[in-house]
């Protein structure tokens, strides 16, 4: 099992989860974060997280967290459970889950968020480790539907959006 956070240096949580599945699904991943905004717990299932535990919850959490993965469940924060699950009984009524309605793929908000953070074209390719002409073509799609002319309106989107 490999715990990490969101925010790391050099590498986010979110691609680290990606690239330790990628590598073997039999690796568990724990995510023990700060972060309370259920767009990183979507993407980090999206990726293939198997625990998201908040570290205000980490003394009660953990080492319960820990011992689900290892038995093959996946285990979420208690606070943000509520809101996973009204957003999943909406969706299942029939209403809008919020990650249809948003105009940007989970791959787009990725790119925008580390836009956000400040890194380079040539940064993001070597991350993501993916070519600097398709950064650049993710950004002028990114910026095509957000209707937005230059990099400061696509950090004020990421910030209004609470996604750094």
């Known amino acids: 099992m490999i715990i990490l956070d969101i925010s790391m240096p050099n590498l986010r949580g979110i691609e680290a989860t990606k690239e330790v599945k990628r590598i073997s699904e039999n690796i568990k991943v724990l995510i023990l974060t700060v972060h ?4 990183y717990l979507y993407y980090l299932i ?3 997280t198997d625990g998201y535990i908040l570290k205000e919850e980490a003394i009660t959490e953990l ?3 820990i011992k689900i993965i290892r038995e093959g469940s996946s285990n979420i924060s208690l606070s943000l459970n509520s809101e996973l699950t009204r957003d999943l009984i909406r969706f299942q009524q029939g209403g809008e889950a919020y990650w249809l309605t948003e105009p940007l ?4 908000k990725e790119d925008l968020m ?8 040539k940064e993001i390719a070597k991350l993501l480790t993916i ?5 650049q073509n993710h ?3 990114i910026k095509k539907k957000l209707n937005a002319k230059n990099t400061a309106n696509l950090v004020r989107y990421t910030v209004s959006k609470g996604y750094v």
């Open 36 to 39: 309370k905004k259920k767009e």
């Open 46 to 48: 999206y990726a293939g």
């Open 63 to 65: 080492f319960s967290a």
């Open 105 to 108: 793929s989970v791959r787009e």
């Open 114 to 121: 580390l836009i956000a953070e400040g890194m380079s074209n």
């Open 131 to 135: 070519s600097i002409n398709t950064v």
């Open 139 to 141: 950004r002028s799609i």
